[in-house]
């Protein structure tokens, strides 16, 4: 809707969108970061490459590296894993629909490419000097690695991508008790525990309760995830299992607790609704508004939020799927540099971590802070202020918001805008008639709100691979843009920012919903859901495979399961 209307110039919608920015929002560029920014190289030093160093190989590592210019930079990579995995289908592999080794891509096979300019180094950042700008590494290689597994790297630059891990919220026995699905491994081990759950509850000599509790699958969390793997394990359970174990195909359970009132709330109100419609007719049972406090080996320990009241559920397998946070690397690297109070990185609006030179942050690992947004929006609006009388007129307020869209070109919507909450306030009396003035106090708390509800852009392959491409060219063009910097005007003064800032453009997302449908939310406000959409997905997501080869893997694996349905051998 905000979309529609910000291209109609249309100044109140201009303040809504503008309200609406997020990650992709406004940043000013202190004078010593554009300093930093520009780099001043001496001409000897030009002649050597300066050393690059990036932490992951995850969405966003991978596509920086993917265009990455090399002739400029001495490259090289560290990450635990040696492979690129296609996340969005790992609940695919958690059920055997799609194979582990379908949705990988050997990191080596992507830089092979790039005629063995760039290094690869299978292991652990454990620490980052921003001070000496150097990182130290581990390699995660156990047994019989003769020589040190321990190494340092020097880094003229450093691009941290290195992802987020599971939140548990320090709820005690998750860790413990509770599957993840965040890496490969998780999904194989969730393949493993389910036909586990259903061995198990064969057995002779165990009541029917007992029965029940193994096949018990509790899901907590009711994002994309979590819908996405209820959905995957039904499919599996009602196409493949209850063939293969029909004593029991009655006593299975699926439920997913929600602590909000529906599931997928960050999608549209009507995929929202149409998901727990069919979760209600597929018999898989959504507990909203209710906290999970604590999880042990048989049970988990609920409180409805409503009444206060704590009970008790057994379960067979419990998945924990409720957001991300920080990993402990990066975790300690913002300590050090005064941002240990924060979830995850903040870095302004050309991905550079504050607070620190010649560090990029990108990915879930990192968020785009929009306080200092925030603050530059409200001094424009006190220096158009002349008399200090706190209100604007309707027409200078107006050239206020033109003012802002000038100087940061840069202003983008944030697509979940609709979930924002109305400031049309700001225009309108409690009438409904348009007002004269617009209040400073009343414009501030207008942006709080906005702020406290847009926080960060979405942590999705989508923003990490926007970010990865974006950044990529900035190092690219990084001596043109010396001379001739193509970004937005300085907040203050008359020069230019050195490139133009990180613009998000959100492509859509999709929901699984099993039973061959799924729901889409489309740009422009567009909805679908149904078997069409199955189809939809099924063409986006092969077309979007990094490689011929996982390409051909992916397609053959979903054309396996229709043919003979999905193996159920515990291996
Ligand atoms: P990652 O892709 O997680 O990569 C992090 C990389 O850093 C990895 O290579 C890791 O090995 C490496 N690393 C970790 N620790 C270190 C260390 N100490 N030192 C060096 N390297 C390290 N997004 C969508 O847009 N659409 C979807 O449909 C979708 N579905 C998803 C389904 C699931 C099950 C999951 C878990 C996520 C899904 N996402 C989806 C989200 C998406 O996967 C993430 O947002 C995306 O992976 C973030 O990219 P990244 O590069 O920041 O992190």
Redesign the pocket.
């Known amino acids: 809707f905000i979309n529609r209307v910000i291209h109609a110039h249309s100044t109140p919608y201009k303040l809504l969108a503008l309200f609406s920015v997020s990650g992709g929002g406004l940043v000013a560029f202190s004078d010593s970061q554009a300093e930093s920014g520009r780099h001043g190289v001496e001409p000897s030093q030009k002649e050597s490459k300066k050393k690059l160093v990036v ?9 920086f590296l993917k265009d990455l210019d090399i002739s400029s930079y001495d490259v090289q990579v ?4 040696n ?3 296609f ?5 695919s592999v958690t059920c055997g629909t799609v194979e582990a080794r379908s949705i990988v891509e050997p ?1 080596r096979n992507m830089i092979k490419k790039r005629s063995g300019e760039i290094n690869f180094w299978e ?4 620490k980052i000097d921003a001070a000496n700008k150097r990182v130290f ?1 581990q390699s995660n290689l156990d047994a019989n690695v003769v020589g040190s597994n321990e190494f340092s790297l020097e880094y003229d630059y450093l691009v941290i ?5 599971v939140n548990t919220f320090n709820t005690p026995g998750v860790l413990e008790y509770c599957h993840f ?3 490969v491994e ?2 194989q081990r969730i393949r493993r525990t389910v036909i586990d759950c259903f061995e198990k509850a064969v057995l002779p000599g165990l009541s029917e309760e007992e029965r029940q509790t193994n096949l018990h699958f509790i899901i907590v969390g009711g994002g ?2 979590g819908v ?2 209820a959905a995957e394990l039904h499919d599996f359970v009602q196409e493949d299992l209850v063939k293969l174990y029909p004593s029991v195909k009655d006593l299975v359970k699926i439920t997913v607790i929600q602590s909000g009132d529906h599931i997928l709330n960050t999608f549209d109100e009507r995929i929202s609704s149409f998901a727990e419609q069919k979760f209600q007719r597929d018999g898989i049972e959504v507990l909203t508004g209710s906290r999970v406090v604590n999880v042990s080996d048989k049970f988990i320990n609920m409180k409805m939020k409503s009444t206060g009241e704590v009970f008790s559920v057994p379960h067979g397998m419990v998945l924990w ?1 409720t957001g ?1 946070g920080a ?4 975790k300690d690297f913002m300590e050090q540099i005064g941002q240990g109070n924060r979830r995850v990185l903040a870095t302004d609006e050309w991905l550079r971590v504050k607070g620190c030179q010649d560090v990029y942050a ?5 968020t785009i802070d929009q306080r200092k947004i925030m603050e530059d929006i409200l001094t424009i609006f006190k220096a158009a202020d002349k008399d200090n009388s706190g209100t604007l007129t309707m027409d200078e307020f107006e050239d206020v918001i033109e003012d802002i869209l000038v100087r940061y070109p840069q202003v983008e919507l944030y697509l979940t805008s609709k979930h924002l909450p109305d400031v049309t306030y700001l225009l309108k009396d409690a009438q409904g008639n348009e007002r004269e003035e617009v209040n400073y106090e009343e414009f501030k708390s207008a942006l709080c709100l906005v702020d406290s509800q847009a926080k960060s852009l ?8 926007q970010q ?1 491409a974006y950044l990529s060219r900035c190092f690219n063009i990084r001596e043109q843009c010396e001379t001739n910097p193509e970004g937005p005007r300085l907040f203050r003064g008359s020069a230019r920012h050195q490139f133009r800032p990180f613009r998000y453009k959100h492509l859509g ?2 929901a699984p919903l099993g039973g061959d449908q799924a729901a889409a939310e489309l740009p422009g406000d567009w909805v679908s859901m149904g078997h069409s959409t199955q189809w939809l997905w099924y063409s986006v ?1 092969a077309s979007k495979q990094v490689s011929w080869r996982t390409r051909f893997l992916v397609v053959s694996d979903w054309g396996r399961r229709y043919i003979f349905g999905r193996d159920s051998s515990r291996i």
């Open positions: 932490l992951g190989t995850g969405w966003a590592g991978t596509s560290v990450s635990p894993r492979y690129f995995a996340t969005p289908l790992l609940p990191i292991a652990d950042c454990l590494c991508a290195v992802g987020a891990q699905l965040k890496e998780d999904a994309p995830t996405e793997f799927s991300v990993r402990p690397v990066v990108l990915g879930d690992c990192a979405p942590a999705t392959a989508q923003v990490a691979a990865g997302q999709f997501y």
